[in-house]
C-alpha cells in the first residue's frame, strides 16, 4: 500500500515540472528575449540566437543528416 501512496505523491509532482517547463519554454523564454531587444540589452544565450550556419552544423551532429 506504500507504493501506491508514493506513487500518487510523485504523479503531482511530475505533472507541475511538465507544466513549469512548457510555460517557461512557451512563455517566459521568449518574452524574456523580446524585452531584451526591445531594451537593447544583450539577449540570453539560447540555441535559436546562434548563427544559421551553426544551428545546421549541431542539428546535423546531433541527427547524423
Known sequence: MKATN??????PKKEVLKYW???EDELVLPLLTDLCE???LETPPCFMGLPD???F???ESV???
Open 6 to 11: 508514493t506513487a500518487t505523491k510523485i504523479q
Open 21 to 23: 517547463k512548457q510555460i
Open 38 to 40: 526591445i531594451a537593447g
Open 53 to 55: 550556419d551553426l544551428k
Open 57 to 59: 552544423k549541431i542539428l
Open 63 to 65: 541527427f547524423c543528416v
